[in-house]
Nanobody, 127 residues
């Protein structure tokens, strides 16, 4: 059974930090790029980061560059999203998702094209 379990959300003040985790099971972890998406109330789901090529490469949404860092522990089949200098506009439900990329390419199919999704974790940043 394929599972992606996101955790680590919470309530934090602006300027604070959180680390999200996404534990994967049921598929060959190295064959997939793992993305973090977020969705705020009334807004479309947007891609925040993608870690791919067995964790060697990362891409980020412009608005989080320099503040968020994606990493992976391939031995644990887990991806992390370290979020620093959080802003109220980062408030959203955060989801991790997997895209089959056997040749090590980045996420390319967007929210509608991901192969697997985890349940979200709420991140709330107070001003």
């Amino acid at each position: 059974e394929v599972q992606l379990q996101a955790s680590g959300g919470g309530l934090v003040q602006a300027g604070g930090s959180l680390r999200l985790s996404c534990a994967a099971s049921g598929f060959t972890f190295d064959d997939y790029a793992i993305a973090w998406f977020r969705q705020a109330p009334g807004k479309e789901r947007e891609g925040v980061s993608c870690i791919y090529n067995s964790g060697a490469n990362t891409d980020y949404l412009d608005s989080v560059k320099g503040r968020f860092t994606a990493s992976s522990d391939n031995a644990k089949n887990t991806v992390y999203l370290q979020m620093n200098s959080l802003k109220p506009e980062d408030t959203a439900v955060y989801y991790c998702a997997a895209e089959f990329t056997p040749y090590g390419s980045s996420c390319s199919r967007g929210a509608n094209g991901m192969d697997y999704w985890g349940k979200g974790t709420q991140v709330t940043v107070s001003s």
